[in-house]
T-cell receptor, first 113, second 111 residues
Framework: DSGVTQTPKHLITATGQRVTLRCSPR?????VYWYQQSLDQGLQFLIQ???????AKGNILERFSAQQFPDLHSELNLSSLELGDSALYFC????????????FGNGTRLTVT | EDKVVQSPLSLVVHEGDTVTLNCSYE??????LLWYKQEKKAPTFLFML????IEKKSGRLSSILDKKELFSILNITATQTGDSAVYLC???????????FGTGTRLQVFP
């Protein structure tokens, strides 16, 4: 158990809908990362937050947004969902800074029908 | 653009065999290279290699980093069925906190 908690484990929803994925980082970790993993593309970095502030942005669509709250948990919001958004969404956390490996949650599997 | 290329894509071996997984990378201002093991769910951390630590070993697993040639290898000796997984390589540069992942090597170990 990595200590990173993601909910829900599975989500099935229709195209055009909006969903929210939730992540609680490991105790003491200030940095939260979101990754998308689809079958053909591997792990793609979406966005990173450090202590409530956005630190880095990857290939995140405009339909997606995220935030990190004062208690350090994070939410990833996906809207106007398309079939191609079906994937595993991972949250990871670390202390921040060098020599601090990422620890991943078990992911949320999103299926858009 | 930063990138990570892993080879082979897939590997099928028998228990007891030794395997070598490869990872080559391009990253601006290299800081670290990490190996993860992914079974059914979350990738789990194996090793971190940096300029100050280019060799790591844990049990039957070991890894080296060649910063000059920009690659790393992950060795697994005396493989077991429990080693079956996707092994992911990722790199990080000083200019960014994000990890860039390769697409992984799928290892299947049969009894």
């Amino acid at each position: 158990d990595s200590g990173v908690t993601q909910t829900p484990k599975h989500l099935i929803t229709a195209t055009g809908q909006r969903v929210t994925l939730r992540c609680s980082p490991r105790s003491g970790d200030l940095s939260v990362y979101w990754y998308q993993q689809s079958l053909d593309q591997g792990l793609q970095f979406l966005i990173q937050y450090y202590n409530g502030e956005e630190r880095a942005k990857g290939n995140i669509l405009e339909r997606f947004s995220a935030q990190q709250f004062p208690d350090l948990h994070s939410e990833l919001n996906l809207s106007s969902l398309e079939l191609g958004d079906s994937a595993l969404y991972f949250c990871a956390s670390n202390r921040g800074g060098a020599d601090s490996p990422l620890h991943f949650g078990n992911g949320t599997r999103l299926t858009v029908t | 653009e930063d990138k990570v290329v892993q080879s082979p894509l897939s590997l099928v071996v028998h228990e007891g065999d030794t395997v070598t997984l490869n990872c080559s990378y391009e990253v601006t201002n290299f800081r670290s290279l990490l190996w993860y093991k992914q079974e059914k769910k979350a990738p789990t951390f194996l090793f971190m290699l940096t300029s100050s630590g280019i060799e790591k070993k844990s049990g039957r697993l070991s890894s080296i980093l060649d910063k000059k040639e920009l690659f790393s290898i992950l060795n697994i000796t005396a493989t077991q069925t429990g080693d079956s997984a996707v092994y992911l390589c990722a790199v990080e540069g000083h200019n960014t906190d994000k990890l860039i992942f390769g697409t992984g090597t799928r290892l299947q170990v049969f009894p």
